[in-house]
Structure formats: structure tokens, C-alpha cells
């Protein structure tokens, strides 16, 4: 039987395999200069974080590991924001992985937590949008030069978190005991076919359930409510089913645009963590 | 820096992911009850034998977890004759990846690293031919229950394996000091591209050099003789370069007939790990 550290790898596996996946790197398609294998790397890379919240770790170590690895590859950042969800869902699965002790793994994250969160930020660019100015000396962007004023105020990483949201739905699912990511590893159950097309089907409901915060934040939000809206069209007639072609075709024109509605794919990745590690769906 | 059995990882998830890979499951192509998905979670499966490869276990007990692991999909055998070359490969890490080194590892494999190759068997169905009368009692399909036999003759894993060849190139790299492997580490190292796109052109240049010998067992040798040929006109004309319709129209139809070149399917993964682990390509 894997592990839960093997089934979040298996995880990441299986979201970038799925396709299509409009906008972002799939079976199918690559970005320019972030590939496929940037992802595979990426995914091996963070193993030693995730066996670090396997067995026990604290929430921000484990991940600050997970991101030193998966940093480790020629493409940037690969999978910052879905390793921002596994590692909690790792943590959880030592217990139970319900909604309840996710919840509470997140509320106990302390002070030093936020400074492995922190700390993370040194080992990749992430793309975070401008903060407020009074959260200025908390830019995210200043990775662990920023500690010092996160123990001045001793902000946990669950209150950093908090501090994200709205504007950032990985943060989100923090703050509401990963609804989202729930309800995905309920939808890729209820799915058939392989797991590669069941979490393209599922990233398509996703995308069109909210506007995803990655693209509102790069590209701003008209653009990711438009992208929302058209994913919505396609969901609503079955497009998977009944005209992949269209699906296809939106899938290559978010590419073109250069339009990668990424935290999506970090709650589709959350949503086949969840769903394999309670054998709700098996490779 | 990756570890040796992180490499190993990441060899079989990007030989997988090369395309065109004629006749193979690739990143664009599934076979009849063996998919993509099935080779993402092999690969996670293999992961703690080949991290006690990289601690120092014997070849043969390492050799059967990995199995063990990777057998744990519902696509039966993806990896076995890939992990027969990596296990020694990474123990050859351990101290210094070269061909004298990976060499000894092999002839100085024991019984008890034959029986645990006899006990790989147990945990999944590969195909073999039917062996000569006399070694009928070692015959590998009957797994663990051929120790005994083993046990009587004192054979080596590395007698198994001289035995083994002709009639299977997996068992010639551990006669060869891994000739092959190695030859293929450098034409990654000296392709140009993704790393996916160069494990496509090595596979098809290895396809060329000598028929396949799983093809051969499974299919015969004029098929096995005919695919070769049709390789080497391929690479003859650099029609990767050139006429990439007509190498992904052979890949089709590989596919379509049921001749998997799975033996030169392992060579690229044992080719990867050896460029990976020496820094000879990166991702």
C-alpha cells in the first residue's frame, strides 16, 4: 500500500498527466520554458518534504523542504501552491484525513511555521501580486528577511494564510477545511474513465466554479472571469463528452495567451491526494 | 541534489513521458489495459527499493520490494525489466557510477540475491519464455517455489543471468558491464532538447542497434528483425528531424499490432539514470 508521502507524489503525477487541462502544462502541452519534465522533477524533487509531514514534522519545515526540492529543476516554480495544500493533507493523513483534522493541523501552525513558509520563498520566484502597505514589511517576496517582522507580530503560518485571503484560493482552502479540495476528491470518484481524464474533468468543473485567483492576480480579473465563464459553457454541455474538440481548442488558446489558471490545478492536484489516499479511487 | 534512487525516479518517469516511442506507451499514447497512469504510480511504487539499493541493501532483496511496490497498479508489469538494470545501477552509485563498478555489483550478487529475484515473481506476471527441459525446475514463473532449485545448483543472480542470454538484452547489460546503458547515457548527453524529446531519439537509435528481445520472445524474430530494420531507416534519414509524421505513424502502428519494444524501453530508463546521476543532462 503507498504511503501518504507516495500517494501526494502519485498526486502531483496524475494532475500534470491529466488532460486537457486549458492553460496549463499537460500530457499534451508544454509552456515556454516550463515543460513536462520540470514537473516530474518537481514532483521527485519534493518527496523528502512530504516523508518529512508523513512522519510527523511541523507543517512549515516539511514544506519549506518540499519546496528546496522541487525548486531543484530548470523550469521555476512547478508546484508551490498544490505542495501548500498536500502538506497539511500529508500531516492529516498520519490521524484521519477528514475535513475536522485538516482544519486543526492548520489551525496549530505556529510562529516557526510561518518562518519555514517564509524561508521557502528563498528557494524559487513565485509569482504573488503587490501587498498592501501596511503589510509591506510581510511581502511574501522578501522570503526570510520578512521573519523577523512576522515574530514581531507573531503571526502563525494559519494567520498568514488568512492574511491571503481574498485574492488567493490556495489560502482559501486553509481558512475553510479545504471545501474545495474535498469536494474534488468527490467528484473524481464519481467520474469514470482513467485518472488522467478524470482530473481533466475535474480541473473543468473547478475552473468553472470560481474564477481562479492566479489569473485574476497575473492577468486580472476580468480575464479570469471570462476564463471561468467559458469553462462554465463547456461544463454545462458536457463539452468532454460530447465536443472535446472545443475543449481542445480552449486548451490552446489559453496557452497562446499565456493564461495558466494554476490554482486550479493545485486544488485538482489537493482533490486526487484526498481521493486516493481514501481508496476512492485506485490506479 | 537529487539521491541516486531520486534519479532513478525520475529515468523511469521521463522514459515514459518520450515521444514518439514506437510501439510503447508514451506521453501520447496508452495501450489496451496499460495506460500512462499506470507507469506514474510503478514509478512511485518502485521508490522504496530503490532507496534500499542507495542504502547499501543487497541486489536481490531490493530488486523484489521494488517489484513489490511497483506491481501495486492495476497495469500488471510496467517496470520490471527497467528496475532489473537500475537496482544495480544505484547500488553502483553508492560508491561510483561506472561501468567496472556497476560490473562488480553484478558478479558479486549471491543466492539469497537470486532468490529474492525468484520472489519478484510472485508479485507479478511477466513474460517469459519457455525455457530449455533441463532448466525447467529453475523456470522463473514459478517464483518463489524454484528456490529450492536455485538453492541446489548454488546459482548466482548473476549466474541467472548469464543463463538468461541469449534471448534477453536485460540479462546481456549485467554480462556487459551495462555496454548498452552507458552507450545510450551518452547519445542523451549528446541530443539536443527536452530531455523528453532526446529519451524518443535514443530509444529509436537503440531500436536500430539490435532487434528487441521482448518482441522476439513474444512475437518472433522476423518481427523483432523487421521493427529494427524499419528503426534503422528511420534513424538512417534523421526522420525525427525531418519527417517526424512518418516515426509517429510507425509508433501507431506498433501500437495497434501489439509489438511493444519493452526491452528498449528499459535500456532508455537504465540510459537516463546513468546521464542524470552523472550530470550529463539536466531537467
Known sequence: MRTPAQNAELALLLEVAGTPKPGNVDRHRDLEGLRFEHFLAGTVGARD?????????????????????????????????ALLLLVPLVRAARNDLSQPIVEAVCEETTVADAAGFYRAFDHVDVFVGEPPTEMEPLDVRRGSDAIPALEDRSLTLFDVMDHSVPGDDVAREWLTGFERSFTAAERLADADGPLTDRAASVFLSLLADRPDTLVANRRGEAIAKEVTERAGELVERNALETDRDAVEAFADELVERGVNPGTTADLTAAGLFIALEREAISV
Do not use: D
Open 49 to 81: 518534504g512530504l516523508e518529512l509531514a508523513e512522519n510527523g514534522s511541523a507543517v512549515g519545515p516539511a514544506f519549506e523542504r518540499a519546496i528546496e526540492g522541487m525548486a531543484e529543476q530548470g523550469g521555476g516554480n512547478t508546484q508551490f501552491g
